[in-house]
């Protein structure tokens, strides 16, 4: 509701139009009723015909407000979805890594897509049904009373023997709803999954291992949908029976008031007229509260992403980062553990600087915490101990998106979406002109490929960037930082990608675009940092030496078995 409130004008006007439909369906029967009690008599071919000419021009005004209220309601739908859709996405982008570490991506697909068409539905077509049949039931039930109120007490009756079982059998079918959107989300999943490791899945011959995983995914989500639509069905039936069964006792009470004399046959015809419409609009709640308890399944999932917040966010008052930063960046006895293994750091006490436009190579074995300290500098987890400063202001007291925009980071598996290279690169800076992206383009080699290219810049890539090299995903990285221009640069891995031709070029590249900017760089490969000022190395999440290359290399140390294992004893 405060989605469709978001257009009140449309939605007063549904609600007219609604009005307008609802009131022409309740004025046939008075016609009806004129015309069977005055309308037969000798001289009555005349009255015949205003009659139905009027009945006409009733059927005329309900076909146009039907139509206009059908135009109104399911606009409202498609724009509350598409609202929805929107705020459920920004939401999803704005959560903490740790949610995306136990989150599956297809199954948050599934609540982006499946479940918002199931809440569309509801929005667009079923609340326009039951709002005019809760109408249509509220005016034929003040009808029926003012017509014979002695038959408007056997529908009074009746009602609470329809309505009962449609609110008790309303909860299985959204509980049954729940559990089909469940397992057709985990199909989904599943479905994502192999899709996007498609190649891995073929070259382990493993097809028919997914499609019979799949299949078996998909045929949960079709009992657990049969088991739902059973629910509704029963609950239809029970309602549509009841109710018009209570139109046949009422009916037939009316013909023994005729027979007595105590009612004309023109008002037992309106007042069966307003019954059907009645136990029609009451027979169509039933099948739409069937509708609604489905959809509120659906719904239900789709808060619970819309209430979740991220564990990282903007404190009430952030402190605010220099208006033209400097790029020092500063690590003050910082530790940090995964929430799920908090007695076991995976950084411990790691203290190191970095002076604005310092080159800081980071180096120490597999699982020494290197890419950690670069996942702790952009924020995307909070520290168990400790602080880091940017420019002295301590991260964890400002914006997490103020911090962020300072820094280029190029990643070791870098993101490459399914757009062109040039959009891919402007991910960087969005605005950027065409001219600042083939800048950024030639720093980072990226001209050399696209022109051979037939669409140059404006070729797609592919979904992941299939259709490029790794070494070229990883030059679109490169170009995407360089087009940042950020203070602060980490190379996480950023070579590793290339054959020894490229690395060199793109070497190049990062000497360039590393000048004047702090630059922190995560290599295994010592040679990619021996230009570095200083050298920190890790071991189990501790810092255990920091130097030059030289220095490092005469202690004996750590990074001087490392440097001899790679150059050769004589290093």
């Known amino acids: 509701m405060p989605l469709v409130l978001r257009y009140p004008g449309r939605f007063l006007l549904a609600l007219v139009a609604l009005f307008v439909a609802a009131s022409a369906t309740l004025a046939i029967p008075l016609a009806v ?260 308890s489905q959809t509120a399944g659906a719904a239900e999932r789709i808060v619970e992403l819309l209430h979740i917040e991220p564990a990282i966010k903007a404190p009430p008052y952030p402190l605010v980062l220099p208006v033209k930063p400097r790029g020092e960046v500063r690590f003050e006895k910082v530790s940090y553990a995964y929430p799920s293994l908090r007695d076991a750091p995976v950084i411990d006490n790691v203290s190191f600087a970095a002076a604005p436009g310092e080159r800081i190579a980071i180096v120490g074995p597999s699982g020494a915490g290197k890419s950690t300290i670069f996942h702790l500098l952009l924020r995307f987890d909070d520290l168990k101990r400790g602080k880091i400063l940017f420019d002295g202001v301590d991260i964890s007291k400002s914006d997490p998106h103020d911090v962020r925009k300072n820094i280029a980071l190029v990643p070791q598996e870098p993101a490459i979406f399914a757009a062109s290279i040039a959009d891919n690169i402007r991910y960087g800076k969005p605005g950027a002109s065409d001219g600042e992206v083939k800048a950024a383009a030639e720093t980072a080699l990226v001209d050399e490929f696209v022109r051979n290219l037939p669409r140059g810049y404006a070729t797609p890539v592919g979904e992941r960037g299939v259709t490029l090299s790794g070494g070229q995903r990883q030059r679109l990285a490169i170009a995407r930082a360089v087009l940042r221009d950020a203070p602060v640069l980490l190379l996480d891995e950023a070579t590793s990608a290339l054959d020894a031709e490229s690395e060199a070029l793109v070497q190049k590249a990062l000497e360039r675009i590393m000048a004047g900017r702090t630059s922190l760089v995560i290599a295994h490969r010592l040679a990619t940092v021996l230009g570095a000022d200083r050298i920190v190395v890790l071991q189990k999440g501790r810092v255990v030496e920091e130097g030059t290359h030289a220095k490092l290399s005469a202690s004996g140390g750590l990074y001087s078995r490392l440097a001899a294992l790679q150059f050769g004893a004589g290093s």
Request: hydrophobic share 60%.
């Open 33 to 292: 009723r004129r015309m069977i009690d005055l309308g037969f008599g000798a001289d009555a071919g005349g009255k015949i015909d205003q009659y139905f000419l009027a009945i006409l021009g009733v059927v005329a005004v309900l076909a146009l407000a039907s139509a206009a209220r059908y135009y109104l309601v399911t606009t409202i739908g498609e724009r509350v979805v598409a609202d929805l859709r929107s705020a459920v996405f920004a939401r999803i982008v704005s959560l903490d890594a740790g949610f995306f570490d136990s989150a599956r991506a297809g199954e948050i697909s599934s609540r982006l897509t499946a479940d918002t068409v199931q809440i569309k539905s509801a929005v667009g077509s079923s609340a326009s049904v039951a709002l005019r049949n809760a109408l249509l039931l509220i005016g034929a039930a003040a009808m029926m009373v003012i017509t014979s109120p002695k038959l408007s007490l056997l529908v009074l009756i009746a009602i609470p023997a329809v309505m009962l079982p449609l609110f008790g059998f309303g909860r299985a079918v959204r509980r049954r709803s729940r559990l089909a959107q469940d397992k057709l989300a985990d199909a989904t999943a599943f479905a994502v999954e192999a899709i996007v490791a498609v190649r891995t899945v073929q070259a382990m011959t493993a097809e028919e291992t997914a499609k019979a995983r799949f299949g078996a995914a998909v045929d949960e989500a079709f009992v657990a949908a049969r088991d739902a639509t059973r629910s509704r069905s029963f609950l239809t039936a029970i309602a549509i029976f009841l109710a018009f069964a209570s139109v046949v006792l009422i009916l037939w009470s009316g013909a023994q008031s005729v027979l007595a004399g105590q009612m004309t046959p023109g008002t037992l015809g309106q007042f069966v007229l307003y019954a059907v419409f009645a136990a029609g609009a009451l027979g169509a709640l039933a099948e739409v509260w069937g509708e609604v």
